[in-house]
């Protein structure tokens, strides 16, 4: 079963790209990248409402948002932040290039969430292999911007 999440996994990030590259285009048809993150969150939520309306109690819930710790909102902060830094990127960096740093980033920060169990989730400790990974991401990154 593990092998099925880790390749849905896999192909929802080889979307991350092509959703930059998009994302791009759309900025500059619209000549101006806060335009562009608008519209493409936007359509984000219209399909998650849509997706909700398909989902029992789903929006009924949405009732408990404002009792809700301020820390649980800055993940669609972070997102306009992920969005926002990819339409920039993208065409200085290329797609290559900005993905490799972007999961350099998002597997170092993994690496400290997960050895301190941050935000409830369980504790996976830094060991000699897993650092080898990233450590290995890292050189990858490297290779990438010296050829």
Known sequence: ????????????????????????????????PFSGALVSFMMGTTALFLLSLTQSASLGELKKVPSLPPYMLL????????????????????????????VTGQLLMSLVVDHYGILGLASHPINMIRLAGVVLLFIGLILILKF
């Open 1 to 32: 079963m593990i092998i099925v999440l880790v390749i849905i996994a896999v192909i929802v990030g080889s979307l991350m790209p092509i959703q930059a590259g998009i994302n791009a285009q759309l900025s500059q048809a619209l000549k101006n």
């Open 75 to 102: 993940g669609g902060i972070m997102g306009a932040t992920f969005v926002g830094s990819s339409i920039y990127l993208i065409p200085k960096l290329g797609a290559t290039t900005m993905i490799a740093a972007f």
